[in-house]
């Protein structure tokens, strides 16, 4: 049975843990295929908010396995306290599988992360901080650790050593830090993480292949986005990964050929954490209205989100990409307040008109947004679960959005619940 993807299509923090719990009730396995703990996905039922950060969305529904893709970058200590803050809440995690492919995060490339950002000054790139870059970085570099080492306690203390003889005077000699203790590093993950760990490392890539082979259905979650992969993103405002649709092959060890189905999430403004270009961001009252009423805080990190109009040229660049099959708006209820609405049709460069994201990044930190702008349609749609109990404002507003990006639009979102959404392709 084919699979599906869910991909953030902007800068991050689009909903893609509500849709994919959302689509995830007709699968048997939610695959994260890239990243790590820098993610914060939020799911709302019955009140109960989680925060996912590594573990899939999935892990909510009792038929699902949720599984860590061997793309992932994985603090194992952060992984153990998600798993009992969730069991905490009831929230069985025992099917959980992580593979043993996967690179670890370790202390040091947590330190690396803090001390480059604050090397970097007033031009840093915003991390998260989790040592996500610092790690993708060791495994291109082939000194990373992985989860499977975490089995050979020999391996892993020799692996340490190698990389530690570089990084170790990198920290001291570079950045005056005490340089990283080998046996302590041995003692935190073989002897209180490895026993605890272990029972969830699994050959995922079989294991996947199996499902797909029995006919199951199989969701790829993205975490991060199409504007911070480490290819086609902002470079270098980008995450380390390959967040976009292409990385859930890497990530998780399945052809193209596996893939049905790409579902891009997209919020109906947008909103961008950290560092880098963002053409329609907003320094007037409207932008801080986005940021009261649509809550643009990180969801683990607590971060102010900067926030702008629906930019339909990212939208297009992010469909070519990523081949988006559809297009799910989340967050449209946020726009209910508001007397009209703007949508970027395209960029101003230096007098000429762009439809299309400028190939040179230099022109996209100058570009103008050309606006459309739409009446709003100032009702509260949170109750809303038919298309046809929309406001015909609010419907114009999905049509335009729709026929500029190319793609239909599935699936919209109008408050944070599981049941607040609704299909717009059913008639
Ligand atoms: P993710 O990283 O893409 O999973 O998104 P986050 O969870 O970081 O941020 C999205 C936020 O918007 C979360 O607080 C969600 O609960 C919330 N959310 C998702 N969809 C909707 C929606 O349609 N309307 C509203 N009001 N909130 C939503
Ligand atoms: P989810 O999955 C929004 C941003 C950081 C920074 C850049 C690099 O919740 O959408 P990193 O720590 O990855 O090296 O930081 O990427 N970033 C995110 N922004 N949502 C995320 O995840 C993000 N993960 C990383 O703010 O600009
Ligand atoms: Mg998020």
New binding site residues.
């Given amino acids: 049975m084919p699979a599906t993807v869910v991909v953030?299509t902007q800068?991050?923090?689009e909903g893609?843990g509500k849709f994919t719990d959302l689509v995830a009730k007709e699968m048997s396995m939610v695959v994260r295929y890239q990243?790590g703990h820098?993610?914060?996905?939020t799911i709302v039922v019955g009140g109960e908010s989680y925060a996912l950060q590594l573990v899939p969305s999935g892990v909510l529904y009792d038929h699902i396995t949720p599984v860590i893709g061997n793309g992932v970058v994985v603090d194992p200590r952060v992984l153990l306290s998600e798993v009992a803050a969730l069991e905490a809440k009831g929230v069985d995690c025992s099917r959980l599988r992580v593979s043993g492919n996967a690179h670890l995060i370790l202390p040091y490339h947590q330190e690396l992360d803090v001390v480059f950002e604050r090397h970097l000054g007033k031009n840093k790139?915003?991390?998260?901080?989790?040592g996500?870059?610092p790690a993708y970085a060791d495994k291109a570099a082939r000194v990373g650790l992985r989860v499977q080492d975490m089995f050979d306690p020999k391996i892993f203390r020799q692996k340490i050593e190698v990389v530690l003889h570089q990084t170790g005077a990198l920290l001291a000699r570079v950045y005056n830090r005490l340089p990283p203790d080998v046996d302590e590093i041995c003692e935190l993950y073989l002897a209180e993480c490895a026993p605890r760990i272990e029972p969830y490392v699994a050959d995922t890539v079989n294991l996947i292949h199996d499902g797909l082979d029995a006919g199951q259905h199989i969701l790829f979650e993205g975490?991060?986005?199409t504007f911070?992969d480490l290819d086609h993103g902002t470079y270098p405002?980008?995450?380390?990964s390959n967040p976009t649709a292409g990385g859930a092959c890497i990530g998780a060890g399945v052809g193209p050929m596996a893939i049905q189905r790409v579902i891009g999430i997209a919020k109906a403004y947008v909103t961008r954490?950290?560092?880098?270009p963002f053409p329609t961001e907003l320094f007037d009252d409207i932008g801080e209205y986005l940021v009261d009423v649509g809550h643009e805080y990180g969801?683990n990190t607590g971060r102010r989100r900067r926030t702008g109009w629906f930019d339909a040229v990212m939208l297009r660049h992010a469909a070519r990409i990523n081949s988006l099959s559809e297009v799910a708006i989340t967050k449209l209820d946020i726009l209910d307040g508001l007397d009209e609405v703007k949508v970027c049709v395209g960029y101003d460069i230096d007098g000429a008109r762009h439809d299309h994201l400028p190939y040179h990044q230099s022109d996209l930190h100058v570009a103008t947004p050309v606006y459309e702008t739409l009446p709003g349609w100032k009702t509260d749609l949170t109750e809303v679960t038919e298309r046809r109990e929309l406001p015909s404002a609010a419907v114009d507003y999905l049509a335009f959005l729709e026929e500029q990006i190319g793609v239909p639009i599935t699936l919209v979102g109008v408050g944070p619940g599981r049941r607040q959404f609704l299909h717009y392709d059913a008639a």
């Fill in positions: 953030g800068w991050g923090d893609k990243g820098n993610a914060g996905h790139l915003g991390t998260t901080k989790r996500i870059g975490a991060q986005a911070l405002f980008v995450t380390s954490v950290g560092s880098g969801t």
